[in-house]
């Protein structure tokens, strides 16, 4: 039986047994209050020295707080007086939260309602009524919501994962990308020891293929595996990695890129319910910049508003303001780049960039912060991802470098749904490439470093054709390496 997938979350081809992750029972008949209390208040610090042990940075830091917030100890034993489990009290206070999340129209804060769901899993988990559900041979997972505690203990042995619901910028999502492991969402029905192979080329899973289909996904499969996962040689072209955590860092030295293209950071600041430190950033920060060593590292400053909110950043829209609004935030920030610059290779970027006056406005903030504080100056440029910036480009004679933000040009200039943003190039594509023959020629003339970072990069296509005008340095997940050599590997065999 062959389904569609419906949405791809990470890329691969891969077959292999499913293990169906049951949902937890919950042991309806209370014991006597005290115990189900003492167990309650257990799990809470088991759970809690599970996470403190953990060493994953950014994505633990919503947990932690949930869990040691006094209102969990509270209402948990508030059900419990009332006659309910520990279990049921666990899953009634979650539950609470949960709903408040869903109902939001936020797509980010929707998607962290998994996380809270992690929370839960973890909480009932450590109550020690059900035994953990544990394999010690490779499987492809499938279950309603791929919690990112369940992936990080079980990473060494799943090889996909096919789950009912999930969003492209969850923890989950995020680590698959950076495991290399190709994680989709699809309506399915499955049980235990079926046979599936999911195969994101062709958008395709099969269950229980057919002896013959078997062997010839299995040949497929290995053939594909022949490929070395190696950036091929490309003299004078740059093959850049898009990242939103250090955890990627692997992957991009692994497959031998040439540096960071763009570095998301707020999905660093929105795993926190307060603004990070500066300790904390620059330990982020410079976990990047020392692993990369002489390669170069462009950090975004944090590129908030409309979809992406953060509760305690004072924020409307996606821009400029943002930084005018939330000053000790974005000096903070900066200060922490500034920092972790170890090897003179940091780029620092701004997003949103609608007018002359307001780049030269932030570059000149970041200068006075580098030398107020005796830093070394970086390199400072922006993302062209505006139709006021890309009508007016000759008037940006300050900036170091460009990236073109796609996803968001093309939202103004052609109304695509981010969400989509990828499936109808073929209407607009001509149109963005001959609107783009200015920047390439301004930043030729003026030897500014140009790149693409958004999506369009890691359509071969279209990557092809960004080649074909003279735009030499593609910035995508580090999961599309192959597709950049292919690509660059066709463009110069056909110059
Ligand atoms: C873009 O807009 O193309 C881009 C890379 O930025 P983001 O997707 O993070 O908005
Ligand atoms: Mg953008």
């Known amino acids: 039986m062959k389904y569609p997938i419906k949405e791809i979350l990470s890329n691969g081809f891969v077959m292999g047994t499913v293990k169906v992750l049951d949902s937890f029972e919950i042991i309806k008949k209370p ?75 936020s797509s980010y804060l929707k998607e962290r309602a998994n996380d809270i769901k992690d929370v839960t899993f973890r909480l009932i988990s450590n109550l020690g009524n059900k035994k953990k559900q544990v394999y010690d041979k490779p499987y492809i997972l499938y279950t309603d919501n791929l919690l990112p505690s369940y992936l990080i203990n079980n990473k060494d042995y799943i090889i996909g994962v ?57 040949e497929e499969i290995n053939s594909s595996k022949r490929f070395i996962k190696k950036a091929v040689l490309h003299p004078g072209f740059l093959f850049l990695a898009n990242i939103s955590s250090s955890h990627e860092i692997k ?24 603004p990070l430190t500066f300790d904390e950033q620059f330990q982020i920060y410079s976990r990047v910049t020392h692993a990369m060593a002489e390669r170069i590292v462009c950090f975004r400053t944090f590129d908030v508003g409309d979809d992406k909110k953060i509760s305690y950043l004072n924020t409307n829209h996606k821009g400029f303001d943002n930084y005018l609004n939330n000053k000790e935030i974005f000096e903070t920030q900066v200060k922490a780049m500034l920092a972790a610059n170890l090897y ?81 190039f073929n209407e607009f594509i001509d149109d963005l490439l001959e609107k783009l023959k200015d920047v390439v020629d301004f930043c030729n003339k003026r030897d500014i ?22 735009i030499k340095n593609l910035s995508v997940s580090s999961s599309c390496i192959q597709m950049l050599n292919n690509c660059y590997t066709e463009f110069i065999t056909n110059k």
């Open 344 to 424: 003179s290779n940091v780029r620092i970027m701004f997003p949103m960039i609608e007018t002359k006056k307001e780049f030269d406005y932030l570059r000149e903030w970041v200068l006075r912060i580098a030398k107020e504080n005796n830093y070394r100056k970086p390199l400072i440029g922006m993302m062209l991802e505006t139709k006021n910036a890309l009508i007016n480009i000759k008037e940006f004679t300050n900036t170091d470098f460009i990236s073109l933000g796609t996803n968001d040009l093309c939202s103004e200039l052609y109304h695509i749904d981010r969400e989509n943003r990828m499936n109808n």
């Open 31 to 105: 014991k006597n209050k005290e115990d189900e209390k003492k167990q309650f208040l257990n799990s809470i610090d088991k759970s809690l020295n599970e996470i403190n042990n953990m060493k994953d940075d950014s994505y633990l830091v919503i947990q932690r707080l949930m869990i040691s917030d006094p209102t969990l100890k509270e209402n948990g034993i508030k059900y419990i007086d009332e006659g309910k489990t520990a279990a049921e009290a666990i899953n009634l206070v979650m539950e609470d939260v949960i709903k408040s999340l869903e109902e939001s129209s």
């Open 162 to 218: 096919i789950a009912k619901s999930g969003g492209y910028t969850s923890h989950s999502a995020i680590l698959c990308r950076s495991f290399d492991i190709p994680y989709v969402i699809a309506d399915i029905e499955c049980k235990d020891n079926d046979t599936i192979c999911i195969d994101t080329r062709k958008n395709k899973i099969a269950v229980n293929p057919s002896f013959e289909d078997m062997e010839r996904y299995i």
């Open 449 to 470: 470093c140009l790149s693409v970072c958004g999506e369009l990069a890691s359509v071969k296509e279209v990557a092809l054709r960004f080649y074909k005008l003279g």
């Open 251 to 274: 992957n991009v030295l692994e497959y031998d890129f040439d540096g960071i293209g763009l570095f998301r950071t707020e999905l660093i600041f929105m795993n926190s319910d307060r």
